[in-house]
């Protein structure tokens, strides 16, 4: 079946450490968009990619995308407390419905 | 503009018993999608309604069934229920379908957490 892997599942960083999250998939994507979701709270959308190879930045979050669309990633520089929260892909493979990863949780060490 | 809705927030139920949850889209949203959190596995795809027509399904047993109205409100059911059935319930919904050109990006809504007894 149509799966996303994404790894790690958790993920402990000092605060100002970088922190980065892998997803996975076996075959060619539409596109893929990343979510993030607080503690206590629901998964909030942060960006959609969209082309082969595409990288976007939000401040100090960088979102890529591989260049043969199987992959992606997601990339914090020097982590801050509001960064707490787990952070999913999720895949399109162009049959409407998005395939989410299984998520990674992200907690700062102060 | 309003948010997804979905109500109630928070249910207790007992074996063997039905619920069933709302979801309220944002206006002019035509796909609404939902799915069970649990700690254990993350987000799973229940089904997604687009135009009152359920367009897809994942692998959840037949006591699991929704319906989407004309004005697009969705409805989930769950009867039976069983206590692994305890989980968030997220609602989502979308402008509409359609790979690559953003109008399936998720807006979900706040979840109804179901626990059974």
């Known amino acids: 079946g149509q799966q996303v892997m994404q790894i790690p599942q958790y993920q402990h960083v000092q605060e100002g450490e970088d922190f980065t999250t892998y997803c996975n998939s076996s075959?060619?994507?539409?596109?893929i968009q990343w979510y993030k979701q607080r503690p206590g709270g629901h998964p909030v959308f942060l960006i959609q990619l969209v082309k082969s190879g595409e990288v976007k930045k939000q401040k100090r979050l960088t979102f890529q995308f591989g260049e043969a669309k199987k992959n992606s990633s997601l990339h914090i520089t020097a982590t801050q407390t509001t960064d707490v929260g787990t952070y999913f892909c999720a895949g399109d493979f162009g049959n409407e419905k998005l395939t989410f990863g299984t998520g990674t949780r992200l907690t700062i060490i102060p | 503009k309003a948010g997804v809705t979905q109500t109630p927030r928070y249910l207790i139920k007992t074996r063997g018993q039905q619920v069933t949850l709302s979801c309220s889209p944002i206006?002019?949203?035509?796909?609404v999608s939902w799915y069970q959190q649990t700690p254990g596995q993350g987000l799973q795809f229940l089904f997604e309604y687009f135009s009152e027509t359920q367009r897809n399904k994942g692998n959840f047993p037949g006591r699991f069934s929704g319906r989407q109205f004309s004005n697009s409100r969705s409805e989930m059911n769950v009867s039976t229920l069983e206590l692994g059935d305890s989980a968030l319930y997220l609602c989502?919904?979308?402008?509409?379908?359609?790979?690559?050109?953003?109008?399936?990006?998720?807006?979900f809504g706040a979840g109804s957490r179901l626990t059974v007894l």
């Open positions: 989502a919904s979308s402008r509409e379908t359609g790979a690559g050109s953003g109008a399936n990006v998720l807006t």
């Open positions: 206006s002019g949203h035509r796909s």
């Open positions: 075959t060619t994507l539409s596109n």
